[in-house]
């Protein structure tokens, strides 16, 4: 990729986009404790924070995941940080998944089950997930016969990243949405900004992580295009010469991770 045009996506970046906030976050209390004070309405004492710490799977092949910001508090309580901009990473069932992965890792062999913390899911969407207008919804379990809360320690929270309340929670998503640092009102926000987009040194940086993402996206397409491909010989092989899916396979040489691919989108299909 063309050096003006990394520059130029460099130059677009908002706190919306993971590859900026997560660095701007990574060991960054202060900014961590301003954020988390203002979308949980409390003061909140931050001990660490990590940008881009994955979690693995104990199962083999199982998804892992990479949490946009994974911070700990004095008490111990784990928070996961997101932010997303499409409507398919902000699903609701993704936002159970990093809850578990979360609580998978806070207990020790023999540690009882009461010792385990409380942890918080908050996903910052770019735009009203429920489009209630509402700056944040909170997630919460409810015993459905007595509606009273069941209070487990897990939660959830969708940030509403289209609110423009004039309010600490409307100023916070409108300097999420800002490109120029200058145009930040929160300090603590600006300053990390500043740094990644306006110093010699963060912005290489952040040119660097863009341009890894491009050629990994770019390997991505390739990867998916190819299997489209394969996946219209195979259907053709099918309707044509009446094979059946495995022979169709067999007979093109695929194997693998690619077979799998295509026998589960032809399955879908079905």
């Given at each position: 990729?063309?050096?003006?045009?990394?520059?130029?996506?460099?130059?677009?970046?908002?706190?919306?986009?993971?590859?900026?906030?997560?660095?701007?976050?990574?060991?960054?209390?202060?900014?961590?404790?301003?954020?988390?004070?203002?979308?949980?309405?409390?003061?909140?004492?931050?001990?660490?924070?990590?940008?881009?710490?994955?979690?693995?799977?104990?199962?083999?092949?199982?998804?892992?995941?990479?949490?946009?910001?994974?911070?700990?508090?004095?008490?111990?309580?784990?928070?996961?940080?997101?932010?997303?901009?499409?409507?398919?990473?902000?699903?609701?069932?993704r936002a159970r998944y990093h809850s578990s992965?979360?609580?998978?890792?806070?207990?020790?062999?023999?540690?009882?089950?009461?010792?385990?913390?409380?942890?918080?899911?908050?996903?910052?969407?770019?735009?009203?997930?429920?489009?209630?207008?509402?700056?944040?919804?909170?997630?919460?379990?409810?015993?459905?016969?007595?509606?009273?809360?069941?209070?487990?320690?897990?939660?959830?929270?969708?940030v509403n990243g289209n609110y423009k309340g004039?309010?600490?929670?409307?100023?916070?998503?409108?300097?999420?949405?800002?490109?120029?640092?200058?145009?930040?009102?929160?300090?603590?926000?600006?300053?990390?900004?500043?740094?990644?987009?306006?110093?010699?040194?963060?912005?290489?940086?952040?040119?660097?992580?863009?341009?890894?993402?491009?050629?990994?996206?770019?390997?991505?397409?390739?990867?998916?295009?190819?299997?489209?491909?394969?996946?219209?010989?195979?259907?053709?092989?099918?309707?044509?010469?009446?094979?059946?899916?495995?022979?169709?396979?067999?007979?093109?040489?695929?194997?693998?991770?690619?077979?799998?691919?295509?026998?589960?989108?032809?399955?879908?299909?079905?």
């Amino acid at each position: 990729m063309a050096k003006e045009n990394v520059n130029e996506l460099v130059d677009k970046l908002t706190l919306f986009d993971d590859d900026l906030m997560s660095r701007v976050f990574d060991n960054n209390i202060e900014a961590t404790e301003l954020m988390l004070r203002i979308i949980l309405g409390r003061n909140i004492n931050v001990i660490s924070v990590i940008g881009q710490d994955e979690i693995k799977s104990h199962e083999v092949g199982g998804r892992n995941i990479t949490l946009d910001v994974h911070a700990i508090d004095v008490n111990g309580d784990e928070i996961d940080i997101e932010v997303q901009g499409n409507s398919a990473g902000a699903h609701i069932r993704r936002a159970r998944y990093h809850s578990s992965m979360v609580d998978s890792k806070m207990l020790d062999e023999g540690q009882e089950f009461r010792q385990l913390k409380d942890s918080y899911i908050i996903f910052i969407y770019k735009h009203d997930k429920f489009r209630k207008g509402l700056p944040v919804y909170h997630i919460d379990r409810y015993i459905r016969e007595t509606e009273e809360l069941f209070d487990d320690g897990s939660h959830i929270i969708y940030v509403n990243g289209n609110y423009k309340g004039n309010d600490e929670i409307g100023q916070l998503m409108n300097d999420f949405r800002q490109t120029d640092s200058d145009k930040i009102h929160y300090a603590a926000l600006a300053k990390g900004v500043k740094h990644f987009k306006d110093t010699e040194k963060g912005r290489e940086q952040m040119c660097e992580a863009v341009e890894k993402y491009a050629k990994e996206y770019a390997k991505e397409y390739a990867k998916e295009y190819a299997v489209k491909e394969k996946m219209i010989s195979v259907k053709n092989l099918m309707e044509n010469m009446k094979l059946t899916v495995d022979q169709a396979l067999n007979a093109l040489g695929i194997q693998g991770d690619e077979r799998k691919t295509i026998i589960n989108q032809l399955q879908n299909r079905n």
